[in-house]
């Protein structure tokens, strides 16, 4: 690390796993450790903390003692073993989702740190969707869930999370979040649930890693030869999480179901309404609301509100009515106030 991280940035980097790796040790900013000491701070794993001496490695702290932070705000960086990184990325969590009332960390700040770690999984996701990747990915969708059901004051935060960043990797991020918000508003309380649909709401486009990217990218309207390959996206998408355990068969299902409509003109099977799971039409709705309102290369983001009202007008055979009005009124408004 060429210089000295902030407090938030440290939590970051432990949580989100962007860490230097060098012969079974890690290398972890101090900041974590001696920026924001205090009563309410969560005690520390018993971890050893170690320097690197030219080529030989050195104990600074062993695991069963207490660490001195006069002695650590010496040094910008600690190394500790790779083994014990699964516990210090714990204690970063613990401190990011800790409810607002007794968090040191300010809570746009942690809602950056959330953002941010969302955005960096499904980046890496898109290179190249591993299992470690994956598991990841479930990692971040939890704490979502996490911040939602323990802290209120945390809901408007997690809203703002879905819009106004660049299309390609917070598209995901935004459907995700609302699809929790959305399923959390429909009387969906069950925090396993909420991490499936969520967890869909991440990974429902992840199919498009095997699409060529000039399609992907391409700024104007698609050929229908390349509307052909990019319909692939859904059953690609299955095929890449299929075989995975820590995915849910409702979390595969909607990221195939996603494209569906109730009419039977979507893909990939063409089914209609009272065929599609709950979860697959909650991803739907969001996927559509989250692009409408993003800016992207070809078209600037609509207001939420002017997204409803060309959903009502345009869309309303793609999307379920009971859970559109729903989503309306988490924006703050009322259907039938789009007709005015």
Known sequence: MSSKLSYSEALESVYVGHLKHDKGYVEISTSLFVEKIDVDMPTLPPIGFYSFKGEKIELLKPPDQPYSPLILSLHETVWVKEGDL????????SVILKPTTSNTLPPQKRMDILRRSAMSVVEDL???????KIEKSVNVVRSFVY????????YLLLIKLSSHDPYTLQHSVGTAVNAIILARKLGITQDKELLDVGLAGLLHDIGKVRIRKEIINKPGPLTESEWQEMRQHSLEGFEI???NPQISARTKRAILEHHED???TGYPSGLKADQIDIFSKIVSICDIFNALTTDRTYAKGRSAFEAFQFMRDKLMHKVDDHIF???VMIYGGHVE????
């Open 86 to 93: 699964d516990s210090l990325r714990k204690f970063a969590e």
């Open 325 to 327: 009005t729903q989503l």
């Open 241 to 243: 999480v299929k075989d």
């Open 126 to 132: 898109f290179e190249s969707p591993t299992q470690e």
């Open 147 to 154: 911040v939602m059901m323990k802290d209120p004051k945390a």
């Open 262 to 264: 109730n009419i039977g």
């Open 337 to 340: 106030e789009l007709n005015q």
